[in-house]
């Protein structure tokens, strides 16, 4: 497998800053995305990299560590509708897509 | 069409009948990506197409399990005598694929499947 490891869940206040951390197998590695899925519903697209460095794009940044294998998504500003599922997803150079098995992130007022 | 349409969107069915799950993707999209995910559980991977070729099947949980995509568009999910652990939401999603790197995959709202 891809060994794709984040944390099962993470609690935070409204307001506050939460980071999730993701590891994966660098093997084939070819772009690492960050996808969000609120219950009942479909994953959506947040973020997508593929070189070292931060992306921030709002409230949301996406950081990545090629020979680490490590990413992580940081949630700032956090609001109650930020409760979902956050899914670290590896792509591999022959195209397919290996997701985690998503981070729950829990908003409390 | 403009996302990814997956039908039936919900579907129930009895112990041992066969179903047909459909998924039409974004047109232009080569890679078609079937997962399926039980409740309150993460996504598991069943199969990847490019084109019409599955380089990668090894998430099919048996051989009640088959898929195909004909002219590089429409796939079809096949499972034969269903059984009551078939039941989850079954999650199709596409992207451009192709030479280069990857890109963002749009997934569709998902078939339902009971198995009652």
């Known amino acids: 497998g891809q060994n794709i490891d984040q944390p099962t869940e993470m609690t935070a206040t409204e307001g506050a800053i939460v980071q999730i951390n993701c590891t994966y197998q660098?093997?084939?590695?070819?772009?690492l995305f960050w996808y969000q899925q609120h219950a009942g519903e479909a994953p959506t697209f947040l973020s997508y990299n593929v070189l070292d460095g931060l992306e921030e794009k709002g409230r949301f940044s996406s950081f990545l560590s090629r020979s680490k294998g490590y990413s992580y998504l940081l949630l700032k500003e956090l609001q109650m509708k930020d409760s979902a599922s956050y899914l670290c997803?590896?792509?591999?150079?022959?195209?397919?897509?290996?997701f985690g098995a998503g981070t729950t992130v829990t908003v409390r007022a | 069409g403009a996302g990814v349409s997956q039908s039936p969107s919900n579907k129930v069915t009895e112990k041992g009948k066969d179903v047909e799950l459909r998924c039409d993707p974004i047109s232009g999209h080569t890679a078609l990506y079937w997962y399926r995910q039980s409740l309150g559980q993460g996504l598991e991977f069943l199969i990847y197409f490019q084109g019409n070729s599955a380089p990668d099947k090894s998430g099919l949980p048996s051989d009640r399990f088959s898929a195909e995509r004909t002219g590089g568009s429409v796939s079809t999910l096949t499972i034969q005598r269903t059984q009551q652990e078939d039941s989850a939401v079954y999650l199709c999603a596409s992207s451009l694929g192709g030479e280069g790197l990857n890109t963002e995959a749009f997934f569709g709202q998902g078939t339902r499947l009971t198995v009652v």
């Open positions: 997803v590896k792509g591999s150079n022959d195209y397919k897509l290996s």
């Open positions: 660098t093997s084939g590695f070819n772009g």
